[in-house]
């Protein structure tokens, strides 16, 4: 759950609509929506949370490479010539050309 030290309830986001949009775009920080001083819903600049999805792509990215790289270290998975050998084979290509 969002920690914040200033929620903003729905009706707190009515009177402050005009202002909120420059400041998302400003600080670039996400806002918390609260109820009942009760986090109900982040709103964020659009720009800063495609960075968010972007270093997120990159964290699962990363983190399935070192799960790769730990299987291959333990002995597991095959060759990349017999692997490239199953793929023709499944495709139903032919022979790599030399």
């Not at 202002?19 to 600049?45: F, S």
């Given at each position: 759950?969002?920690?914040?030290?200033?929620?903003?309830?729905?009706?707190?986001?009515?009177?402050v609509?005009?202002?909120?949009?420059?400041?998302?775009?400003?600080?670039?920080?996400?806002?918390?929506?609260?109820?009942?001083?009760?986090?109900?819903?982040?709103?964020?600049?659009?720009?800063?949370?495609?960075?968010?999805l972007?270093?997120?792509?990159?964290?699962?990215?990363?983190?399935?490479?070192?799960?790769?790289?730990?299987?291959?270290?333990?002995?597991?998975?095959?060759?990349a010539?017999?692997?490239?050998?199953?793929?023709?084979?499944?495709?139903?290509?032919?022979?790599?050309?030399?």
């Amino acid at each position: 759950m969002p920690e914040t030290t200033d929620p903003c309830s729905p009706t707190d986001l009515q009177r402050v609509a005009p202002g909120l949009m420059e400041r998302l775009k400003e600080t670039r920080q996400p806002e918390v929506l609260a109820t009942n001083e009760e986090a109900e819903v982040v709103v964020q600049d659009a720009e800063a949370y495609q960075e968010l999805l972007d270093k997120l792509d990159l964290a699962e990215a990363i983190v399935g490479i070192q799960r790769g790289l730990a299987s291959m270290r333990r002995g597991e998975g095959v060759r990349a010539e017999e692997a490239l050998d199953r793929l023709r084979s499944d495709l139903g290509a032919g022979a790599p050309v030399e």
